[in-house]
């Protein structure tokens, strides 16, 4: 396992690439990977840290979208589907089975037996890759399995499965994959101008946000997959150029779990507005999402303002009555934009498709738009089909290695032959289950550095499972730069603690600056 090697703009200044792909969240990264396995060459650029947008602000979810099928979309359902099984192949460690309770309401928008009926169909498009056939349930048998549920109006429910995932992490699993297959990538490095020569986008003006650097990059075609920033970057090449998106905001928020006393994941309908919403367990958390509300702000700046909290704990409590959830309880909380596809301006956001499209610009820039976490794969295949296309390549269809190609760390499927090592090394058991679920097939990389360190088995943080050794591997293999690439996205600290992480801010600060001067050396 080699290190992880940001590119640098000198690297990028001098080498020519064949697809330059703009924005590094899921998207970007599912294109780059697919790309470097049929062998373009290719470059990424991501103006903040990989997956810092959208990509680590969502519900957690890898699901076909079981309310989906209410507004007839079969086909998105069945693809979603589909690519769940794949990327519980690929990725077991961060996309894990989870067990959903749909509780039946005389109130429900959709009646029970029309519920059912939906269940019975999700499993049959499943097919092979379902995870397990869903249970209708009796009041009572639905009290057992949650028997803090609001009870007046209950007449029974189900239980049906799908997966939650990491979402930062799988992001970042994905960048590593498309450098490991080639490709150059570089976070904290942004598009500040297109290149043109005659009627053609030739390249982009890149500025390193760290150094303060800039240099140009020349391709064959530039990609555009920016997600909430795809207009801002269309416009780079024509400024008249009409918007592709419509953004809406989901929001979340996080409680102790022991406030709600959910034991699974809950599916119900808001009594407020009459929305799909969700109640995640997340180890010792609860989530509660989420929000579908349009937003026209800067994608920079987006965050969960106080209505959007007030609507999830009013929501919850609707169906957790006992809860009695209040922002004091507000652990943590997110927002992020979807970059949904701009459709009837009535439209209800959540009436809007998950799908999603590739347009080409004025000037040969080619942006794809739309979509959904699940199905980053079925995206990036696209818009490689018709890059391929565009450039008159000739080259061997990539989608097996796409399809059958472990990410990082999904190499070893069980690792629980690993924790005896763990448990040899002193780590208590909470740790060595943190380092299996984050790391995979890659957690012995980690017993290797506390090996040649006793110092990094500490603890980063007295309330997390958390140790200074996966600072140290986030600097060496995972592109980390900055303390909140760190507290954020690889370890979540930033949402798994009251304080946000703030107790273990100045020894990440410490061991990411031994890293860098490690490497410097």
């Known amino acids: 396992m080699t290190p992880s090697v940001r590119a640098t703009l000198a690297d990028l200044g001098t080498e020519h690439s064949d697809l330059l792909v703009i924005g590094g969240g899921i998207t970007g990264a599912g294109i780059a990977r697919d790309a470097a396995l049929r062998g373009f060459r290719v470059a990424l650029a991501e103006a903040r840290d990989f997956g810092s947008g959208t990509s680590s602000r969502s519900s957690r979810l890898i699901h076909g979208g079981l309310r989906y099928l209410e507004h007839g979309h079969v086909h998105l359902v069945l693809e979603a589907l589909r690519e769940r099984a794949v990327l519980r192949r690929l990725a077991p460690h961060l996309v894990q089975p989870l067990s959903f309770v749909l509780p039946f309401f005389q109130s429900d928008r959709v009646p029970g037996w029309k519920a059912r009926l939906g269940l019975t169909l999700y499993d049959f498009l499943a097919g092979w890759g379902n995870v397990r056939r869903h249970q209708t349930l009796g009041k ?53 101008s297109l290149l043109f020569e005659g009627d053609r986008v030739v390249g982009a003006r890149l500025r390193d946000e760290l150094s303060g650097t800039e240099a140009e990059h020349r391709c064959r075609l530039v990609v555009n997959a920016s997600g909430p920033w795809g207009d801002v970057i269309r416009r780079l090449e024509d400024p008249a150029a009409a918007p592709l998106l419509r953004l809406t905001k989901g929001s979340h928020l996080m409680v102790p779990q022991a406030r709600i006393g959910n034991r699974h994941a809950i599916i119900f309908t808001s009594p407020l507005d009459r929305r799909v919403m969700f109640i995640l367990p997340w180890e010792q958390w609860t989530y509660i999402g989420t929000t579908d509300t349009d937003d026209a702000g800067d994608p920079d700046a987006v965050s969960a303002d106080q209505s959007d909290l007030i609507y999830l704990l009013r929501s919850a409590n609707s169906i957790y009555p006992g809860a009695r959830l209040t922002e004091d309880d507000v652990v943590a909380s997110w927002a992020g ?57 000739h080259r061997a269809d990539g989608r097996a290695l796409s399809r059958s190609r472990p990410l990082p760390g999904g190499e070893a499927a069980v690792t629980e032959t690993f924790r005896p090592q763990g448990l040899e090394l002193g780590l208590s058991d909470s740790t060595v289950s943190h380092l299996l679920k984050r790391y995979g097939g890659e957690t012995p990389a980690l ?30 293999r995972e592109f980390a730069c900055t303390e909140d690439d760190v507290l954020v996205r690889r370890i979540h600290l930033s949402t798994e603690t009251r304080d946000h992480g703030a107790a273990a801010r100045e020894t990440v600060s410490t061991l990411l600056a031994e890293a860098l001067d490690a490497r410097s050396g």
Do not use: W
């Open 140 to 192: 009572r048998a639905l009290l057992e399995l949650e028997p803090l549920l609001r009870e007046p109006g209950l007449t029974g429910g189900a239980v049906y499965y799908d997966a939650q995932c990491d979402d930062a992490r799988l992001t970042l699993a994905v960048v590593r994959a498309a450098a490991e297959a080639g490709a150059r990538v570089a976070n904290y490095t942004r598009v500040t």
């Open 337 to 393: 934009l979807r970059p949904l596809l701009a459709a009837d301006p009535h439209s209800s956001p959540a009436q809007i498709p998950r799908e999603h499209r590739i347009v080409k610009g004025s000037r040969g820039m080619l942006t794809i738009a739309g979509g959904k976490l699940t199905t980053f794969r079925v995206m990036a295949r696209d818009l490689v089909d018709r890059a391929a296309r565009e450039l008159g390549a």
């Open 447 to 476: 017993f290797a550095l506390c090996r040649q360190r006793a110092e990094l088995r500490r603890p980063l943080h007295p309330d997390h499972p958390s140790i200074a050794a996966q600072v140290i591997f986030a600097r060496q």
